[in-house]
C-alpha cells in the first residue's frame, strides 16, 4: 500500500470513528435514561390527566335495575316483578362472612390488601385488544365490579383505561366491603340471577343469608362461565371444570386461613337443584300483587317508585288459606261448569275476599280464572250490587240508633212487621213497594224470621223506619264504600256498588264486635331505603258492641234455619246473610265464624268485548244462582279448610236481644200489619193508620229465658217450602208505586 493509500485509510478510520462517537454521544446511558423517565413522566401525566378527567360515573341502568319481591305471610316466594332484572340487593352483613370468602378464594386472593387494579392483567387485556383476540380475565373484584357497575362490557381500550382509573378512585373512596358487596350483588350468575339473593334462590331455594360454605364456593365459581358451569345444563367438561373450580376456591379458602384443612376435607359438592320456571302473574298471583300495588299507591308507594325496584313486599296472604280458597272455588264451582258449551256457564265470574276479623288482615282472595285470562279482579271489582247482603246493616242502624216503628216501638229483635210481597212502605217521601222473591207473602213476622228468609218488604219499611240518611250513615261507618249510594228506601236491597273486599270489611266490623276492620293485603314494604308502615286494620268502635253482637246473633239464625243453610255444620259457629241481586246478576254470601270473616260472590259478565252484566240464571244447569247456592257452597267449604277442620271457638256475645220463640196470642190488628199468605200487593194504606209493624206483646225483656233464634217456629206459608227460604231476590217486576226501584243493571 502506498502512502497515498494509508492516509485515505486513515481518513476513513477518523471518520468513521467520529460517526461512531457521535452516535455514542447520542445514545449515551444517561440519555438514554432521560429518555426513558421522561417518557415515564409523559405516561404519568397522561394518566394523572386522565385520572383527573375521569369521575366516578353514575351506575349504569342495568345495575341499579331490581325485580320487586312478593312474599306470602311467612315470607315464602310468591312471586318477582319488574323490569325484566331478577335481582334483589342484600346488605353485605346478611351474607355469612365464610360465603363473603368464596368470593374471595375464587377470584381475587389480594383482594383485602392490593390497591384494587391487576396492572399486569390490565396491560395483558389491553395488548389482546389491540390484538384482536377480544375479552380477556384477570382482573381484580374492584376492576369487576367497576365494570358491571358503573360501565358495560364492552371490550374497549377506552372502557378498561376507565375501568382502571375509577378503581382506584373507588379504593380510595370506598372500603372492601362496600366493594364486595357490590361484586357479589350486581355479577350475573346464570339462570336469569342477576346478585347473590337471586342466584340462592335459582339454584338452592334459599336466601344468601342461609348459604353455606360450599353452596357458595359453588355460585363463586359459576360466574367465571355461568352458561358453562350450571350442573343442571353443564356438559361433561362443563362439570368436571366447574367442580375443578369448586374444589380450587376452598383450596384457597385453607390456604388464606379461612377455612380449617379437617372442615374442608369433610365437604362435598352442592348439587344444586333444578332451574324452575320463573313465576310470573299468572293465576291468582297477579289478582294479589295488584291489590298490594293499589295498597301501597295509597300509602304513596307510587308506581314510578316501585318500578326503580329493590322492594320486598310480604303480604298478609296466608299460602294454606289461599290454596284452600282456590281449591273450593275449583271443586264447588269451576269443576260444574261448562264454560266452552255453556252460554251462561261462559259468564259465570267468582270473586271472594277472606280477612282476620282480630287484625284486618287479607288472609286469602280469589279474584276470578287467572289475572292473564281475566284482568278485572272479581274480589275488589265494585260495579255489582251487593244486594240483601245490605240488610244486616239496616238492622245494626235500627238498633244503634234505637229507631221506632211508625206506632213509635222501638225496633228490635222480636218486632213484628207485615212480610207482605209489594206492600208499599208507609212515611216515605219515595213511594217504593219491593216484591219479595218469588212474589212470596209472609204476612207477620219478627225480624229474626225475616232476616232468616231475607224478607225485602221488611227491610224496605225497615229502612224507612230508621231513616234512609241514617242508614246510609251506620253503612259507610262500618265499611261500605259511598259509590251509587242514595239515601232513597231501595238501598234495603243493596243497590249501591260494593265489592266482596268491602263486605268483608263491615261484616268483619259486626264480627269485630262493632270496632272498625279495614281489610289490608300489605304486611310490610321494605326498600334498602325506606320502608312503608302497614294500614292500621282496626279503628275506633263504630257502632256499639250491643248492636253488633245483636245482629251477629240474628245471622246465626240464617245459618242455622234461613238461607244461608247450605253453611250450617257443627264444625264451627257461623253467622251470615245471602244476597242475590236484582235479575240474578249477582249472587252473595257474607259470614263469619269467631276467628274468620269470608265474602263469596257470583257475578255474571258478558264475554263480548266490553262485558256487561248479564244474569246468572242457569248457571250449571242449576236454575236460578243465588247466595244461598254456589257462593255458600264455596264458603263452607273454605272455611272448614281454613279452620283445620273445624273450631270450638263460640261468638263472645255481650248484652244481646235473643229471638222471640213463641207467636203473639193474638194477631196484629192495623191494616198493614194483617197476616196474609196471598201473593196479590197489598194496596196502599191511609197514611193516617198507625203503619205497617208492630212490637210483640211480650217484650224482649220480659223473656230472658227465649231460646236462640234456631228454634223460632215462624214457618213460611204454604206456598213456600221450608226447605228453600229466600235471600232476597226480587224477580225485577215492579211492584205497585215501585218508582224507587233502579232499573236492571244499575
Excluded at 467 to 496: C, H, Q, S, W, Y
Excluded at 517 to 542: L, M, N, Y
Excluded at 566 to 586: P, Q
Aim: positive net charge.
Amino acid at each position: 500500500m502506498g502512502r497515498a493509500d494509508a492516509r485515505r485509510a486513515q481518513r476513513r478510520g477518523a471518520r468513521r470513528a467520529a460517526k461512531s462517537g457521535g452516535i455514542r454521544r447520542l445514545f449515551t446511558w444517561k440519555k438514554m435514561l432521560g429518555v426513558f423517565f421522561g417518557f415515564c413522566l409523559l405516561i404519568m401525566g397522561a394518566f394523572v390527566a386522565l385520572y383527573m378527567y375521569v369521575d366516578i360515573p353514575k351506575a349504569n341502568a342495568l345495575a341499579e335495575r331490581q325485580s320487586n319481591v312478593y312474599q306470602y305471610s311467612d315470607g315464602s316466594l310468591l312471586t318477582r316483578t319488574g323490569n325484566g332484572v331478577n335481582r334483589q340487593i342484600v346488605d353485605l352483613a346478611e351474607v355469612p362472612k365464610n360465603v363473603q370468602h368464596t368470593f374471595v378464594a375464587a377470584e381475587n386472593k389480594s383482594f383485602y390488601d392490593d390497591k384494587g387494579v391487576d396492572l399486569k392483567g390490565t396491560a395483558r387485556g389491553l395488548i389482546n385488544t389491540l390484538s384482536g383476540k377480544g375479552k380477556q380475565g384477570g382482573s381484580t373484584i374492584t376492576q369487576q365490579y367497576v365494570k358491571n357497575y358503573y360501565l358495560t362490557q364492552d371490550p374497549t381500550i377506552s372502557r378498561k383505561l376507565k375501568e382502571l382509573v375509577i378503581s382506584l378512585k373507588i379504593e380510595n373512596k370506598k372500603g372492601k366491603d362496600y366493594i364486595l358487596a357490590g361484586y357479589i350483588n350486581t355479577s350475573y350468575y346464570g339462570r336469569g340471577a342477576s346478585g347473590i339473593q337471586a342466584a340462592a334462590q335459582a339454584y338452592y331455594g334459599v336466601d344468601a343469608k342461609d348459604l353455606n360454605v360450599s353452596q357458595g364456593a359453588y355460585l363463586a365459581s359459576v360466574l367465571q362461565a355461568p352458561s358453562q358451569y350450571d350442573w343442571q345444563s353443564a356438559t361433561k367438561t362443563g362439570k368436571k371444570l366447574v367442580k375443578a373450580r369448586w374444589a380450587y376456591t376452598l383450596d384457597n379458602m385453607v390456604e388464606m386461613h379461612w377455612l380449617d384443612k379437617a372442615e374442608r376435607d369433610k365437604l362435598t359438592f352442592p348439587y344444586p337443584h333444578k332451574p324452575k320456571p320463573a313465576k310470573g302473574m299468572e293465576g291468582q298471583t297477579g289478582y294479589l300483587v295488584d291489590a298490594a300495588n293499589k295498597e301501597l299507591e295509597k300509602q304513596g308507594i307510587t308506581a314510578e317508585m316501585r318500578q326503580a325496584g329493590g322492594w320486598t313486599i310480604r303480604l298478609n296472604i296466608d299460602k294454606k288459606r289461599q290454596k284452600e280458597l282456590e281449591a273450593s272455588v275449583d271443586s264447588r264451582l269451576e269443576s260444574k261448569l261448562d264454560r266452552k258449551g255453556n252460554k251462561v256457564d261462559a259468564t259465570v265470574q267468582a270473586g271472594a275476599t277472606s280477612v282476620d276479623p282480630k287484625t284486618g288482615a287479607v288472609v286469602a282472595m280469589y279474584g276470578g280464572v287467572g289475572y292473564t285470562k281475566h284482568y278485572i279482579s272479581n274480589a275488589t271489582r265494585q260495579d255489582y250490587q251487593p244486594a240483601s247482603t245490605f240488610k244486616p246493616l239496616v238492622l245494626a242502624s235500627a238498633l244503634e240508633n234505637e229507631a221506632k216503628t211508625q206506632d213509635g216501638d222501638l225496633i228490635g229483635v222480636n218486632t213484628r212487621y207485615d212480610g207482605t210481597s209489594k206492600r208499599p212502605v208507609v212515611g216515605s217521601d219515595t213511594p217504593f213497594a219491593p216484591e219479595n222473591e218469588d212474589d212470596q207473602s209472609y204476612g207477620s213476622v219478627t225480624v229474626q224470621k225475616a232476616m232468616n228468609a231475607s224478607i225485602n218488604s221488611v227491610f224496605a219499611q225497615m229502612v224507612v223506619d230508621v231513616g234512609p240518611p241514617a242508614v246510609k250513615k251506620t253503612a259507610l261507618a262500618l265499611g261500605v264504600p259511598d259509590k251509587n249510594f242514595p239515601e232513597r228506601p231501595a238501598i234495603t236491597l243493596g243497590t249501591m256498588n260494593a265489592s266482596t273486599w268491602d263486605m268483608a270489611g263491615a261484616y268483619a266490623t259486626l264480627d269485630n264486635h262493632g270496632k272498625k276492620v279495614t281489610p289490608f293485603i300489605v304486611k310490610s314494604a321494605e326498600h334498602r331505603d325506606r320502608s312503608v308502615d302497614p294500614v292500621k286494620g282496626v279503628g275506633s268502635q263504630v257502632i256499639s258492641r250491643k248492636s253488633a253482637d245483636t245482629v251477629t246473633s240474628v245471622l246465626t239464625g240464617v245459618v242455622d234455619s234461613g238461607s244461608g243453610r247450605a253453611a250450617n255444620t257443627s264444625a264451627y259457629e257461623a253467622a251470615g246473610k245471602t244476597g242475590t241481586s236484582e235479575n240474578n246478576k249477582s249472587a252473595w254470601f257474607a259470614a263469619y265464624t269467631p276467628e274468620l270473616t269470608t265474602v263469596v260472590a257470583l257475578f255474571g259478565e258478558s264475554p263480548k268485548d266490553g262485558g256487561g252484566q248479564v244474569s246468572l240464571t242457569g248457571t250449571a244447569n242449576s236454575g236460578r244462582a243465588n247466595g244461598g247456592g254456589f257462593p255458600a257452597e264455596i264458603w263452607a267449604d273454605y272455611t272448614l279448610g281454613a279452620l283445620g277442620g273445624g273450631s270450638s271457638a263460640r261468638f263472645d256475645l255481650e248484652d244481646v236481644e235473643r229471638g222471640q220463640s213463641t207467636l203473639p196470642t193474638s194477631p196484629p190488628t192495623t191494616p198493614s200489619q194483617t197476616a196474609t199468605t196471598d201473593t196479590t200487593p197489598s194496596k196502599s194504606p191511609d197514611t193516617s193508620s198507625k203503619g205497617p209493624s208492630q212490637t210483640p206483646e211480650v217484650p224482649p225483656s220480659q223473656s230472658p229465658d227465649v231460646p236462640p233464634p234456631s228454634q223460632s217456629p215462624d214457618v213460611p206459608p204454604p206456598s213456600q217450602s221450608p226447605d228453600q227460604p229466600g235471600d232476597g231476590l226480587s224477580s225485577g217486576r215492579p211492584g205497585q208505586n215501585s218508582a224507587d226501584r233502579n232499573p236492571p243493571g244499575q
